[in-house]
Nanobody, 124 residues
Framework: QLELVESGGGLVQAGDSLRLACAASGRTVSNYAMGWFRRAPGKERHFIGG????????YYEDSVKGRFTISRDNAKNTLYLQMIFLKPEDTATYYC?????????????????WGQGAQVTVSS
């Protein structure tokens, strides 16, 4: 079982930047496609972006394109989410996830390992 732990969340102001990290352990992380989801208050978990096993391909949900960047360092077993120009509507719990069987997973069901979540709150 791949274990994932997010860090780096917090309270920021609109327009600020923030970087989340997701530390992986227990398995060889380069065997997994990885992604980020978020769940805003009262809403379902929503895909925001993913990255291929070797990090050569990234893909994003439209609302975060140009503001969020996903990267990974397989040598450090870490996934990152760099967020710039944050907006109040970005307020959510952010989850990292890993898929052992899909190449470019975008749905909750396509991932089989999850972190516990990191809270990001953006004030106006």
């Amino acid at each position: 079982q791949l274990e994932l732990v997010e860090s780096g969340g917090g309270l920021v102001q609109a327009g600020d930047s923030l970087r989340l990290a997701c530390a992986a352990s227990g398995r060889t992380v380069s065997n997994y496609a990885m992604g980020w989801f978020r769940r805003a208050p009262g809403k379902e978990r929503h895909f925001i972006g993913g990255i291929s096993r070797l990090g050569d391909t990234t893909y994003y949900e439209d609302s975060v394109k140009g503001r969020f960047t996903i990267s990974r360092d397989n040598a450090k077993n870490t996934l990152y989410l760099q967020m710039i120009f944050l907006k109040p509507e970005d307020t959510a719990t952010y989850y990292c996830a890993a898929s052992s069987f899909a190449a470019r997973p975008r749905t909750v069901g396509a991932y089989d390992s999850w972190g516990q979540g990191a809270q990001v709150t953006v004030s106006s």
